[in-house]
């Protein structure tokens, strides 16, 4: 398979998964290493493939007609108030795409999370605390914005709402 096969291939694979795929589990699939899927990855996304890598691997995200996108602004400290609330936005039928910060001296930092159930907040959880990793929103004091894909209005008002009861929404 030359080069621009296995690119389209790559496509294919993660247009048809519902999931995201670990570069290591693309390497193994072609029989090449992960370096020649992360150079695929990045010409793929130069040439506008809108291919996202998040801490479970590499993901197409498909466009969801009646999901709504929003934003909410929180602060909190502990490893058990981030858990706690990105347990609230899944259990209320939240996909958590992203955490973003405002840094005083680098602008807008964003890293992808892209977590939808428990068993990706759990290994999302036990990966930071495992790598003694610090949030991002240590950089900010706690403050940070996350982006939610909500199936409806009433869903992010219940989000919306417990949050405000737990003390970690930042209320505009």
Do not use: C, W
Request: glycine share 4%; hydrophobic share 40%; no cysteine.
């Amino acid at each position: 398979m030359n080069a621009e096969d296995r690119r389209n291939e790559i496509i294919n694979i993660l247009e048809e998964k519902n999931k995201p795929i670990k570069g290591t589990e693309l390497a193994s699939y072609f029989n090449i290493s992960r370096q020649v899927i992360v150079q695929d990855i990045a010409l793929l996304r130069a040439l506008g493939t809108e291919i996202m890598a998040t801490p479970q691997g590499y993901v197409i995200f498909k466009k969801n007609g009646d999901r709504i996108i929003k934003t909410v602004i929180a602060k909190h400290h502990t490893y058990e108030e981030m858990r706690d609330e990105l347990q609230i936005m899944i259990d209320y039928g939240a996909k958590i795409l992203d955490v973003i910060v405002e840094h005083p001296i680098y602008g807008e930092i964003r890293s992808i999370l892209d977590i939808s159930y428990r068993k990706e907040l759990e290994d999302f959880m036990s990966k930071i605390q495992s790598e003694k990793a610090e949030p991002l929103a240590s950089l900010t004091d706690g403050v940070h914005f996350h982006t939610l894909e909500v199936p409806n209005e009433e869903s992010f008002s219940k989000i919306s709402k417990a949050l405000i009861e737990k003390g970690y929404l930042i209320e505009e």
